[in-house]
């Protein structure tokens, strides 16, 4: 305990910092996904923040640049999380994943895409049973649980795959979701790792629409149960290494 440091979220454990009592002005605490919602709720007078990391331009790859960003709580009969995801890779096939309690949705995007195209995509979490929910609707059972949202790249035999993670959680009626996401990506040399990503302009999370502005065209969702070999072999190796 005596060498515990004093660099607070730089520190290797910076729960550390803290007083037994906890009475400071800044609480630390290990991020734990969907157990974080508990402990925000056990301090309601104050604001969750977040660690991050950017590559910017002149670091080092092992030295990035750290800074915090604030979290939000969101809860409500459903949560719409909102997605801008652009093609940096140039790859010609274009999915959007989630994958969360038992549930797995794959949707096309586009299967003729090019480098710098630009998709604009919404999944919703709830634990409402109306008589018809689209397939970017995820009905969740009373729960806590992370769920996994992510862009795929498919060029060839070449998958690349970025993540969000949202710690959620579940009781009749309410859906509570922290924002921002936790980003990763799959890397791939020699085996498969992923890797903490947690700024990317490949996938980025887009705030909440305002009640009184109108939706713009989005893509049309299609599921890729049938579609050209082109693209529908790839997915199925994905599906295989998720």
Not at 51 to 63: Q, V, Y
């Amino acid at each position: 305990m005596d060498d515990r440091g004093a660099q607070g979220f730089a520190s290797s454990e910076p729960f550390l910092e803290n007083r037994p009592d906890l009475h400071q002005p800044v609480v630390y605490a290990v991020e734990s996904g969907h157990n974080d919602l508990p402990v925000i709720k056990e301090f309601p007078g104050r604001t969750p923040y977040r660690i991050r990391s950017e590559i910017r331009p002149g670091d080092d790859l092992l030295h990035p640049t750290r800074f915090i960003e604030q979290l939000h709580v969101r809860t409500g009969s459903s949560v719409e999380l909102r997605f801008r995801i652009v093609n940096t890779l140039g790859a010609s096939v274009v999915l959007t994943h989630l994958h969360t309690a038992g549930v797995d949705r794959l949707v096309v995007l586009d299967t003729h895409s090019a480098k710098g195209a630009t998709y604009t995509f919404s999944w919703t979490l709830t634990d409402a049973t109306p008589p018809f929910l689209p397939v970017t609707t995820v009905k969740l059972p009373v729960s806590l649980g992370t769920a996994e949202v992510e862009a795929v790249f498919v060029q060839g035999t070449t998958i690349e795959r970025y993540q969000l993670q949202y710690p959620y959680a579940v009781a009749p009626g309410h859906t509570t979701v922290i924002t921002p996401g936790w980003g990763r990506y799959l890397f791939e040399y020699l085996h498969v790792t992923w890797l903490d990503e947690q700024v990317s302009p490949t996938l980025t999370e887009l705030g909440p629409l305002a009640t009184s502005a109108p939706r713009g065209p989005s893509p049309s969702p299609r599921v890729p149960a049938r579609g050209p070999r082109s693209w529908r072999d790839p997915a199925s190796r994905y599906r295989e290494r998720s």
